[in-house]
């Protein structure tokens, strides 16, 4: 590639390039002129490639203007970028960033150093602060209607430099409320589900909406594609030492038939919605060993492990690492009265054995587990597809 121009570098007339495979650039064609984002060692070869800005000239005219500030010392501290509109699922998933249309009129607040500038975006979608001092700063934005949906964590700025800070927004759809139990106290740790009362939805079709309780037992759900949909805690998933309350659906009943359905319109739309749960259900120690097919503990260097999963082949409860002691012993607490499944692993990969899932529920009579590491991963899978 012929340098034109280096706007940062010292660079011979001519330089060697090369794909790193790193991230997709422009597709580089003979006799077309290009802004060239990169680094490396001209002697050797710099990369073409590898997640930058850089592009066809035809498209750098907003990056060429930067570079001229830039290389002429005029560039201030700044910040800027564009709010754009995010779909609802699936549409999202399908249509990708050609779904993702710029808002105007979005109220783009930026706080930090003891200050705050606000700006309002264009026809575009864009926006910008400029003169900035250095620092953190933290990037919100407000439309009627509509909530923030992504925004970077911080914007770290140095003297003459730029964050891009891009933000997408969703319509404001939600639902939000309270866990009390049965004498009024705020509950927290309550996991709040939404589950869609489409039934011809698959397990991996239905949309993820749930929310953990606070200190102050308050939930909030948001971004609910709409719809019909069961609201409840635990109504999905599994109790779990983390999360002990027992299934109960919206208004407080543990059977789905004296559940209500709640309906999801369009537009933004905020519900309140009060949860009552039982008592937290006491936990149960369940004590055991894990073994081999000849009856010896496994060797800690195949590092066994344990999973415990809701009963049938889905569910599997995220929990704290169980400890296996050399002698395969191991112990763990879960809730009283709750059906679990559970199952062991060891070895390397390729090679590892499994024990039979072992169905139980914890009870302080029924707090002994024995898992027997004799099942290859190929009579593993077998037995989840029986």
């Not at 054995?353 to 899978?381: A, C, G, I, M």
């Amino acid at each position: 590639m012929n340098v034109d121009r280096a706007f940062k570098g010292n660079l011979d007339k001519t330089i060697e390039l090369f794909d790193d495979g790193m991230c997709d650039g422009p597709d580089l064609q003979i006799g077309r002129q290009y802004l060239m984002y990169t680094s490396g060692f001209p002697n050797r070869g710099v990369p073409a490639r590898g997640c930058t800005r850089s592009r066809r000239i035809e498209e750098a005219g907003e990056d060429l203007a930067f570079l001229d500030q830039y290389s002429s010392g005029k560039v201030t501290t700044h910040v800027e970028g564009t709010v754009r509109f995010r779909p609802d699922e699936p549409e999202d998933s399908l249509l990708g960033e050609a779904g993702r249309t710029p808002l105007k009129n979005v109220q783009v607040t930026l706080s930090g150093n003891g200050k705050s500038f606000r700006a309002t975006t264009t026809s575009d979608g864009s926006y910008s602060f400029m003169n900035l001092d250095p620092g953190e700063y933290a990037v919100e934005a407000d439309l009627s209607g509509y909530r923030l949906d992504w925004a970077p964590d911080s914007v770290v700025l140095v003297a003459n430099g730029c964050f891009e800070a891009n933000l997408l927004m969703m319509v404001d759809r939600r639902i939000e409320g309270s866990v009390r139990d049965g004498s009024g106290t705020p509950v927290s740790g309550a996991l709040v589900e939404m589950v869609s009362t489409n039934e011809r939805l698959k397990r991996w079709e239905q949309p993820v909406l749930l929310d953990i309780s606070d200190e102050d037992g308050h939930y909030t759900i948001d971004g609910i594609p709409p719809g019909d949909y069961y609201l409840g805690v635990n109504i999905k998933s599994t109790p779990t030492k983390e999360h002990p309350y027992a299934r109960t659906y919206y208004p407080n009943t543990p059977n789905l038939r004296e559940a209500v359905r709640i309906s999801v319109v369009t537009g933004a739309a905020v519900q309140e919605f009060d949860l009552r749960v039982p008592n937290r259900l006491p936990l149960v120690t369940i004590r055991g060993r894990v073994r081999t097919a000849d009856g010896k503990p496994p060797l800690p260097q195949d590092h066994p492990q344990i999973r415990i999963k809701g009963p049938g082949l889905y569910g599997q409860i995220e929990q704290e690492t169980i400890n296996i002691d050399v002698e395969g012993r191991f112990q763990f607490e879960l809730c009283e009265g709750i059906k679990y499944s559970a199952f062991a692993f060891s070895g390397p990969m390729g090679s590892q054995r499994y024990s039979v899932p072992v169905e139980f529920t914890p009870t302080s009579e029924n707090d002994q587990l024995v898992l027997t590491l004799d099942k290859t991963p190929e009579e593993f899978r077998e037995m989840h597809r029986r």
